[in-house]
């Protein structure tokens, strides 16, 4: 996913812009640029890579002074990833009037656009759809920046988030979105926009999110928010709750490491003062006022993409036997697509970490319409779903800065068992049963702290396989989410290929992959199919398969049967996912870095797809 960084102010922009950038590195991307006014002049920037080379190349261009300018890095939609399709974009030179543009999101119409625009002369330099639009500003451009952009935007279909400078126009920065995060911090006759508030929060901690269709103009000590149509809108400037040291890295040597240590705090958050256990009772406020509505609804669907996703099947168990409400799971892409039958009395739980997730956003979109109830498990606060929805419940996990989710993963799956228990608390559910349940929830960051004791042996077994090109992923029940999370992780920042499947499946064609030393992870903790899996690691064995086993403190029999064990506590078989998925994230984890690959910014994936 693209990242925004703009500062107008009274201090040199440029150090502003390149730290800003650093801050959004963990969104994925593929290419950088800045753009700085000066005097009336515009100064740019771009290049192929990391931030650093476009630190390198500003230093050997020298002189990008001004306080007012705007940078960006790319995650390559339309063409390819070379300095010439980077940002900024400018429009057409022939005009005069030195625009430049950055832009996060799709011009879904800008084929039409380009046309039109060729037809009345302008000649292009890349192959983006952001040159276009920029190229559109230019055409309608009168000596007025703000109205310009509100009249451009008012010809394109598609997401966006831009910012947009003019050397006739030193002293004004506008800022509009559609459909992709954009937050403007207020600072003290400054303003530092951004994609999201990990690159503001260093500056101020005052800051206001744009809405849909809104056109933000900044000076250096005031602002303006309009909508396309120029018809003013307030802004609510909010204070930021972000803490700058919970995206520091710390002593760690990876995001993902970290963030895989946080994980029993990150629980402790999400469970914070949602529960009582004397009464038996979830508390959770977001939800409250449709507390009847939602357990008297008659389906829950449970919709996200890739870590979302898993997180959505095992929601979709734990509201089945907790709720006692028939639940089911879709990926996001499918269910926007195939014309979904949403029912009177359904309701569409869209499960995202960053909230910005496109194909999940749009599936939510399309339940609402259908009349369905929406709600959101989400991470980010203020974020496109989360502002879409009806009501909904926040991780409150922190910032998940390492592309391969995992502190947030465990924190959609804590609070699908929180919602299962509120809807099962208004319907079935005793007090009695609600606590117990409680009681071993708050017991799962203590399990989670002993499951991470394993690393070293996990990276120790791991390295014996980490030539191997192919691995299956094999669990029953709760446990096949939770394969299918670990080849995930495995796939996403090893590069491995990695494959998960429910266990009863393989023989169904699979089994004809393994061959002599193939790594085949079982997720195999004592629970209602155990037995079942055990005959299925036979299965592999006697095939020559070497069977990783992520098994039960205290389970004995397995061990003859596995290569490699790696035990975790005995919990309640419903909270099972959340602690036997930390093996499988260390496993990934430390395959990578043997690996020798970039763990916190895989090639070719973004933190969050905010594109279809
Ligand atoms: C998970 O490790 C990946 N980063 C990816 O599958 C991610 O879970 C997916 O893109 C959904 O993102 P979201 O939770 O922000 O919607």
Redesign the pocket.
């Known amino acids: 996913m693209c990242g925004i960084v703009a500062y107008i102010g009274r201090r040199p922009a440029t150090p502003i812009l390149l730290e800003g950038l650093k801050r959004l590195e963990y969104r994925g991307y593929d290419s950088a640029g800045v753009a700085v006014l000066e005097g009336g002049k515009l100064k740019m920037a771009r290049a192929v890579g990391r931030v650093r080379n476009l630190e390198e190349l500003i230093e050997k261009q020298g002189k990008f002074e001004g306080s007012l300018g705007i940078a960006h890095t790319r995650w390559a939609t339309h063409g390819g990833v070379t300095d010439k399709n980077a940002h900024p974009h400018c429009d057409d030179s022939k005009l005069g009037h030195g625009i430049a543009i950055i832009h996060n999101g799709i011009i879904e119409n800008y084929a039409s656009l380009k046309t039109y625009l060729t037809e009345k002369g302008h000649t292009f330099v890349s192959d983006t759809d952001t040159e276009v639009l920029a190229h559109l500003i230019g055409e309608v451009y009168k000596g007025d920046l703000e109205k310009a952009v509100q009249a451009a935007l008012r010809e394109v279909t598609g997401a966006y988030a831009i910012a947009v400078v003019c050397q006739k126009e030193p002293d004004v920065l506008v800022v509009a979105r559609k459909g992709s995060p954009l937050m403007v911090g207020v600072g003290k006759d400054e303003y530092v926009v951004a994609s999201d508030s990990s690159a503001i929060v260093a500056h101020t901690t005052q800051a206001f999110t744009l809405a849909d269709y809104t056109v933000a103009k900044l000076t250096r000590d005031s602002f303006r928010t309009s909508t396309v149509d120029d018809v003013p809108v307030n802004a609510q400037v909010k204070e930021l709750e972000f803490d700058l040291a919970e995206i520091e890295l710390g002593n760690f040597e990876h995001y993902m490491l970290k963030e895989i240590y946080e994980q029993p705090r990150a629980l402790r958050m999400t469970l914070q003062g949602r529960v009582d256990m004397r009464g038996g009772q979830i508390v959770l406020g977001g939800i409250s006022q449709l507390a009847r509505q939602l357990a008297t609804s008659r389906r829950i669907v449970f919709v ?6 898993h997180a959505c099947m095992i929601g979709t168990y734990l509201m089945e036997e907790l709720g006692k409400i028939p639940s089911d799971w879709s990926y996001a892409s499918e269910f926007r697509y195939r014309n979904p039958i949403v029912e009177e009395g359904t309701v569409v739980v869209a ?7 496109a194909d ?1 956003l749009a599936a939510l979109q399309e339940a609402k319409s259908r009349g369905a109830m929406a709600l959101g498990i989400v ?1 980010v606060v203020g974020s496109s ?1 989360s502002r879409e929805t009806d009501a909904g419940v926040y991780l409150r996990v922190g910032p998940e800065i390492g ?4 502190k ?2 465990v924190g ?1 799956v804590m609070v699908a068992s929180m919602l299962s228990l509120f809807v099962g608390r208004r319907r079935y559910l005793s007090a009695d049963h609600v606590t117990k349940f409680l009681q071993a929830l708050d017991r799962i960051p203590a399990a989670i702290e002993r499951a991470l004791l394993l690393s070293d042996h996990i990276k120790k077994a791991t390295e014996k396989y980490i030539e191997r090109e192919n691995w299956l992923f094999l669990g029953r029940g709760l446990n096949w989410p939770v394969a299918l999370e670990g080849a ?2 495995l796939k ?1 920042i090893s590069y491995i290929h990695a494959e998960g499947m429910p266990a009863a499946e393989m023989k169904h064609g699979p089994i004809a992959l393994i061959d002599k030393g193939m790594p085949v992870v079982f997720v195999a903790t004592r629970n209602s199919q155990y037995e079942k899996v055990l005959s299925n690691i036979q299965e592999v064995r006697s095939r020559g398969g070497h069977v990783i086993a992520v098994a039960t403190e205290g389970d004995e029999d397995i061990k003859s049967m596995a290569e490699d064990v790696f035990y975790v506590p005995d919990v309640p078989e419903l909270l099972q996912p959340l602690v036997t998925v930390v093996p499988l994230q260390l496993m990934a984890y430390h395959a990578a870095v043997m690996r020798g690959k970039d763990v916190d910014k895989p090639r070719n ?1 973004a ?3 905010t594109v279809e």
């Open positions: 996200g993409q890739g870590t979302a996703l499960v995202s970490q960053s909230g910005e997730t999940t991470n779903i592309v391969a989710s995992t947030a993963f959609q995930l992780k996403e994936l933190k969050s797809v």
